[in-house]
T-cell receptor, first 116, second 116 residues
Framework: SAVISQKPSRDICQRGTSLTIQCQVD?????MFWYRQQPGQSLTLIAT?????????ESGFVIDKFPISRPNLTFSTLTVSNMSPEDSSIYLC?????????????FGEGSRLTVL | AQTVTQSQPEMSVQEAETVTLSCTYD???????LFWYKQPPSRQMILVIR??????QNATENRFSVNFQKAAKSFSLKISDSQLGDAAMYFC?????????????FGKGTKLTVNP
């Protein structure tokens, strides 16, 4: 399995501000995934972050709102920009099985953001 | 695009009894992975069980087993001898085996309550 650490674990933010979430993995991985889980909802993929290239965003998510960095194979950040109350969610970082072909993703504990 | 449907928003079971959670999915692919993830109130997503579509044998992990019906595109989870610690949100998820498609597609989840 992979050990994934996310910071912050939770935060309360003011409307119009931006917050950057960090994700650190205990080993090198090719792809890192950022998911959003709105209150009482399922997980929706925001984007896939590859090291050395721009992130690939899913339909409905744009780089200006959710810029992502991937400076190396163990670290990524997701910024939630110009936040509104609708951005109140849990944001989860996940990584794949590092070539073991189990197919599963491993998840961090998530970052719970509340926007006032 | 693949979709995953969980038709039971909530389920309850008595401790020590058996419960089955339903999941159906839609895909045009012949090979893929299916998963059940558990998300307790602490919110860490934990893999419960996985199934590879090319395997006819249903996966089993201790008290957890699946009924995989490929033709019907059905993937239900059976929890035997339910324990209080099984109370959580359960998400069914799909993943393609195509290269570069490591992302998971999740259903909306089923909230399982275990009654003492």
């Amino acid at each position: 399995s992979a050990v994934i650490s996310q910071k912050p674990s939770r935060d309360i933010c003011q409307r119009g501000t931006s917050l950057t979430i960090q994700c650190q993995v205990d080993s090198q991985v090719t792809m890192m995934f950022w998911y959003r889980q709105q209150p009482g909802q399922s997980l929706t993929l925001i984007a896939t972050a590859n090291q050395g290239s721009e992130a690939t965003y899913e339909s409905g998510f744009v780089i200006d709102k959710f810029p992502i960095s991937r400076p190396n194979l163990t670290f990524s950040t997701l910024t939630v920009s110009n936040m509104s109350p609708e951005d109140s969610s849990i944001y989860l970082c996940s990584v794949g099985d590092r070539g073991l072909n189990t197919g599963e993703l491993f998840f961090g504990e998530g970052s719970r953001l509340t926007v006032l | 695009a693949q979709t995953v449907t969980q038709s039971q928003p909530e389920m309850s079971v008595q401790e020590a009894e058996t419960v089955t959670l339903s999941c159906t999915y839609d895909t045009s692919e012949s090979d893929y992975y299916l998963f059940w993830y558990k998300q307790p109130p602490s919110r860490q997503m934990i893999l419960v069980i996985r199934q590879e579509a090319y395997k006819q044998q249903n996966a089993t992990e201790n008290r957890f087993s699946v009924n995989f019906q490929k033709a019907a595109k059905s993937f239900s989870l059976k929890i035997s001898d339910s324990q209080l610690g099984d109370a959580a949100m359960y998400f069914c998820a799909y993943r393609s085996t195509r290269g570069g498609s490591e992302k998971l597609v999740f259903g909306k989840g089923t909230k399982l309550t275990v009654n003492p």
